[in-house]
């Protein structure tokens, strides 16, 4: 539906559905902004910001990374 004749169908409502239809209008803006600034916030995000950053902090046998990769790796791809 065009802008103009949009427009021209709200000009002949009552002044009291003229009303309800801003309402929903603002209602339609405020929630497909705020999932459009969602999704936009999602894409940014910093791994830093990850709820995944320190998850295994507290494991003694991952505090070198490197080495816990190679040990595992070890069993599975030896010859």
Do not use: C
């Not at 999602?42 to 816990?68: A, C, H, N, V």
Request: aromatic share 8%; hydrophobic share 30%.
């Amino acid at each position: 539906m065009s802008e103009k004749k949009l427009i021209k169908q709200l000009k002949k409502l009552p002044s009291e559905a003229q009303e309800e239809a801003a309402d929903f209008v603002e209602f339609l803006s405020k929630k497909y902004l705020q999932q459009s600034e969602e999704t936009d916030s999602s894409k940014k995000k910093s791994i830093l910001e990850s709820s995944f950053r320190g998850m295994w902090k507290d494991r003694e046998d991952m505090q070198d990374s490197t080495k816990w990769v190679r040990e595992l790796r070890k069993g599975r791809f030896s010859d």
